[in-house]
């Protein structure tokens, strides 16, 4: 396996093995608010049932680590590989993604049988673990605490469409409103160096690192705010065609968007549903589950742009006022999702792990509120289509410098 990471320090059997409890209690403890029902249902083609995230987290393990390297291990069931397979084609076939929500069996205390009896091989696997195992584990972890946000991101579109308009978890709260205006600051410009720099855990498409040219540019050093955003709706963002590029326009005027994902206007207020449940709009709060259509639309009302990942990778790096925003939204780039000079993916299956996304996609930076905490860092690369809506995803502007 041709890893692009090193280990931390403390990557002996015992921490290897807190390190995996930990990571697989989190996916349980978000499991926990949701009943039975609630994980069966799969709302929409790109969003998967809850019991199968847990289910195919667990099928990762089994079939990456427990069968090639724990001696006289079998499969728990046979038919799992078949159901709980995503897209990795060397792994064998797979149930269709848009049918996962048919799949009632096993039932949600036979998936946690299941990841019960991965645990134990996995305990016995770590006890003395062969030397290509910990880089795989940490691959496996990484894998899992995405699989922890599309939990809560999945759920929650299928809460919304419930007319009771359910909370997930009613002491859920909203980020914060931001301290004031976002001020534009001066990018760092010229020759920088771009990607992972090789010191702990990174995905294969993060890398090589690499030198890019910047030319002077500005970015803002908060996010766009709901309040913002508003203004836009009032201007006649979603009106103007002009604003947008010719694919968003058609996708916004056929699915009929007149302001971001799981807002709805009651009585003249405008609300919005989350995972605390359905509240108002709070203008000063970053603006969330907008698609990257809207975002560049809003970007050129502004009279600004989207920063490029090197830009904003830059930016994030090296700018004492520049926040982060992790916790907040997965921010939009202006960047399509393509390999960087000189990418080798990993070898073998795990290797259908990003490079065969790469195009029709576009780049993400940052984090959100769903991400797992210490799972994101400045080199990190989420990438979703165009037109995706129901990530935590936002923006900040940029803008040629004079």
């Known amino acids: 396996m041709n890893v692009i990471h090193r280990q931390a320090a403390g990557t002996g059997a015992d921490a290897l093995v807190a390190r995996y409890r930990d990571v697989r209690a989190r996916t349980d403890a978000l499991t926990a608010p949701l009943s039975p029902e609630d994980q069966v ?10 019991k199968w995230h847990r289910a195919h987290t667990t099928w990762f393990f089994e079939t990456f680590l427990l069968l ?15 159901l709980f397979n995503s897209y990795y084609e060397a792994a064998g076939p797979r149930h269709a993604r848009a049918m996962r929500g048919m799949v009632t069996r096993p039932s949600c205390d036979e998936v946690a049988e299941y990841r019960a009896a991965v645990d134990e091989g996995m305990a016995a696997l770590l006890r003395d673990p062969p030397p290509e195992v910990p880089a795989l584990l940490e ?21 919304s469409a419930n007319p009771l308009r359910p909370a997930y978890d009613a002491a859920w709260q909203p980020p914060p409103a931001a301290a004031g205006p976002s001020r534009m600051l001066d990018g760092p410009r010229g020759l920088v160096e771009i990607g992972h720099g090789g010191n702990g855990f990174a995905f294969d498409n993060e890398a090589p690192r690499h030198p890019a040219y910047l030319s002077p540019y500005c970015i803002a050093d908060g996010l766009v705010t709901n309040g913002e955003w508003l203004a836009f709706m009032q201007d006649g963002g979603y009106r103007e065609p002009l604003l ?39 203008p000063g709060s970053p603006v969330c589950h907008v698609s990257w259509y809207e975002a560049d639309a809003f970007a050129r009302w502004a009279g600004k742009r989207l920063p490029t990942e090197q830009e904003w990778e830059a930016a994030a790096t090296t700018l004492p006022g520049f926040a982060n925003a992790e916790g907040v939204g997965w921010q939009w780039t202006g960047s399509a999702y393509r390999p960087y000079p000189g990418f080798q993916p990993w070898a073998g299956a795990v290797g259908e792990y990003n490079g065969k996304f790469m195009i029709n996609q576009m780049v993400l930076r940052g984090g959100s509120l769903a991400t797992p905490p210490g799972h994101t860092r400045p080199s990190y690369r989420n990438f979703f289509a165009a037109g995706a809506r129901w990530q935590f995803s936002t923006l900040r502007l940029a803008e040629d410098a004079a």
């Open 41 to 50: 249902v799969q709302s929409m083609p790109d969003a998967s049932p809850a």
């Open 68 to 82: 090639p390297f724990l001696p006289g291990y079998r499969r728990v069931r046979e038919e799992y590989a078949f």
């Open 139 to 159: 691959l496996g972890l990484q894998h899992e605490q995405q699989h922890q946000e599309l939990m809560l991101t999945d759920i929650l579109h299928l809460l």
């Open 244 to 282: 947008w590029m010719s694919e968003g326009w058609a996708m916004c005027q056929a699915e009929g968007w007149e302001a971001p994902l799981y807002w709805e206007e009651r009585d003249g207020e405008w609300m919005q549903f989350g995972l605390g449940g359905l509240r108002a709009v709070q």
